[in-house]
C-alpha cells in the first residue's frame, strides 16, 4: 500500500486534486469528514470541546454550533491551539484505523489522505506518510476564490488565511508540490502525473 498525505491551505485546490485521485481510483479518507465525525453527539470530542469552550458552543439539537467555536477560535490562537489539541488526535486515531482496514482489503491500493492541516499537526505527522503532497496556490489566488466561490468577505478570508500555517511552513514538508495557480485543467494534467507516478510503484 502507498500512504499519500494531500495537503495545502483554504482554497488551494486541495480538495480537487482530491477528488481527481479519486476519479483515478484511489481511495481517499478526507480528514474533514473525520473531523465531523469526532465530534457527533455523544462523543468524547465534543464532549471535551463543551467543557473547554462552555454550552454556547452545543446547538439546541445537541451538535457543534460551528459559527460559535468558529468565532471564538479564529479570533483567538491559544484558543484555536486548545480544540486542535482535542480534535487532532482523535481525527488522527480515526484516520489510522480506516488506513488500517484499507490496507487489510487491498495491500497494493492507493490510500490518500485528504488533510487540510498537516502543517499544524504536532511532531512529525508528515514522516507517517510515503509521499507527502502539497497543493499550492499565491495568497491573492486563495482570497479570490473564497471571496468569489464560498461569499467571504475579503477581510474574513484574509483571516482565516492567517489562521493556517504559512505556506513556507507546509512546503517545507512537501515531496512533492502541485501548482495551482493556473487554470483547472493544469491542476488536472499534474495530479494524473502524479497518479502515473504511484501507479508506477
Do not use: C
Not at 490518500?112 to 507527502?132: M, N, Q, T, W
Not at 489562521?163 to 508540490?177: T, Y
Request: net charge negative; no cysteine; hydrophobic share 50%.
Amino acid at each position: 500500500m502507498r500512504l499519500v498525505a494531500v495537503t495545502g491551505g483554504i482554497a488551494s485546490g486541495k480538495s480537487t486534486v482530491g477528488k481527481r485521485l479519486a476519479e483515478l481510483g484511489a481511495i481517499v479518507i478526507d480528514a474533514d469528514v473525520l473531523a465531523r465525525e469526532v465530534v457527533e453527539p455523544g462523543t468524547a470530542g465534543l464532549a471535551a470541546i463543551e467543557q473547554a469552550f462552555g454550552a454556547s458552543v452545543i446547538s439546541a439539537d445537541g451538535t457543534l454550533n460551528r459559527p460559535a467555536l468558529g468565532a471564538i477560535i479564529f479570533a483567538d490562537a491559544d484558543k484555536r491551539e486548545q480544540l486542535n489539541a482535542i480534535t487532532h488526535p482523535a481525527i488522527w486515531a480515526r484516520a489510522r484505523e480506516l488506513f488500517d482496514a484499507a490496507a487489510a482489503e487491498d495491500p497494493d491500493a492507493v490510500l490518500v489522505y485528504d488533510v487540510p492541516l498537516l502543517a499544524e499537526a504536532k511532531g512529525d505527522r508528515h514522516k507517517s506518510f510515503d509521499l507527502v503532497v502539497v497543493v499550492d496556490a499565491d495568497i491573492q489566488t486563495r482570497v479570490d476564490r473564497m471571496v468569489e466561490l464560498r461569499g467571504m468577505s475579503r477581510a474574513e478570508a484574509e483571516g482565516r488565511l492567517r489562521a493556517q500555517a504559512s505556506d513556507a511552513d507546509r512546503l517545507k514538508l512537501a515531496d512533492l508540490v502541485i501548482d495551482a495557480n493556473g487554470s483547472l485543467d493544469h491542476t488536472l494534467e499534474q495530479t494524473d502525473a502524479l497518479w502515473r507516478e504511484l501507479r508506477a510503484h
